[in-house]
């Protein structure tokens, strides 16, 4: 649907676009985003976000309001506005294109939930970046490419084959690299999507006001939000969301899917912290009967 805006990339300062200037002609945008994937990842940043999780252990308590304040939901006048100055499309998807916009659908709340939990939902200028790098179909413009047996009928493997792509990349790139801050962004886009479609396009509007202010960002919300914000609001079923949502939240995502021996690498971080923690304990017990024989007088 879109055309011309990676024309001049190379002249911008767009630090997501993976494709470089060959975004709008690349045909291997999918084996590049693997590739960019792979060489971000960094096991000790991993190790030590494993190790000292004070700071994500909190993140974790947090609830976002989309999630819990459901009852007597109504537009704000702020939200009406953008609605009606979005852009009047028709589209005409063919099934298979429906059912993978969903799958897409998935990649966008996902990132939005990892930077609402990451900043307790006040947007910083780095929120546009976290977004846009989180979204494949934005960074790599790669969205999810499935050829279901049957549409709207999501199988296990292609729900989780969108959300191990998320998580990926939840784990090389921003601030905090946490499996279980992964598994939190997942429980908040199962009930995003519970709560139905209103709430979906609440949840796209905010993506929508955090790229539109970024004056190089904002032309993910061109290609990408703005047009999702409209056919959520009035072509996606409200019961296909709900049901994403049930099948998200059953969902179970092992570390091994991810491809970077996430427990292999927990594992030598325990083990590491347990010789520690047993040297401190062998310094304690050294110190202590020090000072039990200067009180006896035979030092």
């Not at 459901?70 to 704000?76: A, C, W």
């Not at 009047?88 to 939930?113: G, I, M, V």
């Not at 409200?238 to 570390?255: C, Q, T």
């Amino acid at each position: 649907m879109h055309e011309g805006y990676f024309k001049h990339v190379s002249h911008t300062e767009n630090e997501i676009n993976e494709p470089g200037v060959e975004a709008e002609t690349c045909t291997m945008r999918r084996e590049r985003r693997l590739k960019h994937e792979n060489d971000k990842w960094d096991e000790e940043y991993y190790m030590a976000d494993y190790a000292d999780n004070a700071q994500i252990l909190e993140l974790l308590k947090w609830r976002h309001p989309h999630t819990t304040n459901v009852e007597n939901f109504q537009y704000t006048d702020e939200e009406n506005a953008v609605i009606l100055r979005l852009p009047r499309k028709e589209y005409l998807p063919t099934p298979t294109q429906t059912h993978n916009l969903y799958l897409t659908l998935l990649s966008l709340l996902f990132s939005y939930a990892y930077e609402c939990r990451t900043n307790h939902r006040d947007p910083t200028p780095e929120s546009a970046w976290t977004l846009a790098t989180l979204i494949p179909a934005c960074s790599a413009l790669d969205p999810p490419n499935s050829l279901p047996s049957k549409p709207l009928t999501f199988s296990a493997d292609e729900l989780s084959d969108v959300l191990i792509t998320s998580y990926r990349r939840s784990l090389a790139f921003p601030l905090y690299r946490s499996w279980i801050l992964a598994e939190a962004c997942r429980m908040d886009v199962a009930q995003f999507l519970a709560n139905g479609k209103r709430m979906v396009v609440r949840c796209l509007l905010e993506m929508k006001s955090i790229l539109d202010h970024h004056e190089v960002y904002y032309v993910y919300s061109k290609i990408w939000v703005d047009d999702f914000c409209v056919w959520a609001q009035a072509h996606a079923s409200d019961d296909v969301i709900r049901s994403l949502g049930m099948h998200v939240s059953a969902l179970e995502i092992r570390k091994s899917s991810i491809g970077w021996s996430l427990e292999e690498l927990e594992a030598a971080t325990q083990a590491v912290e347990d010789r520690e923690s047993d040297s401190d304990d062998e310094s304690d017990a050294e110190s202590a009967r020090e000072d039990g024989d200067e009180s006896d007088g035979r030092v």
